[in-house]
């Protein structure tokens, strides 16, 4: 069976999100140390999520989701190489332009709730700002006929490029991202990421 290590509302809820939509079965492992000898055995740079597939270990979300597609042969990784390059586009630009972004601005809300204090608003201004910048690239390209990411269907490019905006969503005037608002509704509507947030894990394994 499937190993993913980590919970939720990490970036292994990106992977998580593949692992239902691919409907695989799958036992979830929760990490309350990454530092742990244990769990460095898995991922020396100690963070999640981390995937078992056998004998075989693989980090970082966007390739763990990459391979799970890869692996059952379904249509969230299209065969055509065009559709690929487009998943492996907008997959790339996800984390380094909106998920760079947001990261920090979780830590600085994570810090200051830590420390008792109100968070630097002019980091989480800037860390706003950075995010709504990029954005627009998206918006134009989903307005010029693309229904999601590789074009007319959804991929795994759209759970990885969905996955941190959705985080961010909340917190941004998306009213002048109107593509982008409906696309992350078609794709936060689906059964596979709704079953990914009622998740319990509480009384999980650990590592």
Not at 49 to 62: M, T, W, Y
Not at 150 to 175: H, K, V
Request: glycine share 6%; aromatic share 8%.
């Amino acid at each position: 069976m499937l190993k993913i290590y980590g919970t939720k509302p990490s970036r292994v809820a990106r992977c998580l999100w593949a692992l239902e939509e691919l409907e695989l079965e799958y036992q979830q492992i929760a990490v309350p140390d990454p530092q742990s000898p244990a769990y460095l055995a898995l991922n020396p740079m100690a963070k999640v999520p981390v995937l078992v597939d056998g004998d075989f270990i693989l980090s970082e979300s966007v390739a763990i989701n990459a391979y799970l597609a890869a692996r059952q042969s379904t249509a969230l990784m299209p065969v055509d190489a065009k559709s690929r390059a487009r998943v492996d586009q907008w997959s790339s630009w996800a984390i380094t332009e909106v998920e760079f972004h947001f990261t920090i601005m979780v830590r600085e809300i994570r810090r200051a709730a830590g420390a008792d204090e109100a968070p630097n608003g002019e980091l989480i201004g800037s860390c706003l700002k950075g995010v709504t910048d990029t954005l627009g690239v998206l918006e134009q390209y989903l307005a010029s006929g693309n229904a999601y990411v590789a074009g007319d269907n959804f991929t795994i490019g759209d759970i990885n490029t969905a996955f941190p905006i959705a985080g961010i969503a909340p917190r941004i005037d998306m009213s002048a991202f109107p593509k982008i608002a409906d696309w992350l509704e078609r794709c936060t509507s689906r059964d596979a990421w709704k079953r990914v947030q009622a998740l319990e894990e509480s009384g999980l394994e650990t590592v």
